[in-house]
């Protein structure tokens, strides 16, 4: 269970398009979703902080306009980077946490997105 | 801001040896939960083994097991019987409790890059 779908794996896209990357929580409903984003043979790095149904919440640093995320469902959450440029390649992944669980549960990861703009 | 810190960039053991992965954290908060994840080259993220702050008691899943150390804000990785599948970023990770007044997003460490000789 609780299993995070992300799509697509991996993507090219010339630079100046833009790209939707879907993160998608199959089993379970998930009220708040994360990305994040990793460079090579770095960590990961939150970018923000999804919510359903309202804005999202982004890290010091991150450009809102440029990394667009909605959160329209309880299962769905999309992060469109606008406007792509070469400095954007990186891999993009997304986690979920059930809904209504307080505790330590974990957050469940999607597999991640390679996103390479030329 | 709570930080978590990995000292070593990377570590290599003998299969059916045992390792031990280092993980120090800041926090002012009394009541958290700290995480180890495993990312193989697939860079799927995949939950280790977790730890409540309140619990004294140090967890331990299989081969895996953890020495918390509170007072000393510790959080080591202990892997026995390495085995070759074992081979994989390593990372360390941080979490407010709810309730706390911190945020539940996930703080990361920057990876323990491990390898695993036949």
């Known amino acids: 269970g609780a299993v995070v779908s992300q799509h697509p794996s991996w993507v090219i896209c010339k630079s100046g398009t833009s790209v939707k990357i879907e993160c998608r929580s199959l089993d379970f409903q998930a009220t708040t979703m994360f990305w994040y984003r990793q460079f090579p043979k770095q960590s990961l790095m939150l970018m923000a902080t999804s919510n359903e149904g309202s804005k999202a919440t982004y890290e010091q640093g991150v450009e809102k306009d440029k990394f667009l995320i909605n959160h329209a469902s309880l299962t769905l959450s999309t992060l469109t980077v606008t406007s792509a440029h070469p400095e954007d390649s990186s891999f993009y992944i997304c986690s979920a946490r059930v809904a209504g669980r307080r505790d330590n549960s974990p957050l469940h990861f999607g597999n991640g997105t390679r996103l390479t703009v030329t | 801001a709570q930080t978590v810190t990995q000292s070593q960039p990377e570590m290599s053991v003998q299969e059916a040896e045992t390792v031990t992965l280092s993980c120090t954290y800041d926090t002012s908060e009394s009541d958290y939960y700290l995480f180890w994840y495993k990312q193989p080259p697939s860079r799927q993220m995949i939950l280790v083994i977790r730890?409540?702050?309140?619990?004294?008691q140090n967890a331990t899943e299989n081969r895996f097991s953890v020495n918390f150390q509170k007072a000393a804000k510790s959080f080591s990785l202990k892997i026995s019987d390495s085995q070759l599948g074992d081979a994989a970023m390593y990372f360390c990770?941080?979490?407010?409790?709810?309730?706390?007044?911190?945020?539940?997003?996930?703080?990361f460490g920057k990876g323990t890059k491990l390898t695993v000789n036949p």
């Open positions: 990770a941080y979490r407010s409790a709810p309730g706390g007044g911190g945020s539940e997003k996930l703080v």
């Open positions: 730890q409540e702050a309140y619990k004294q």
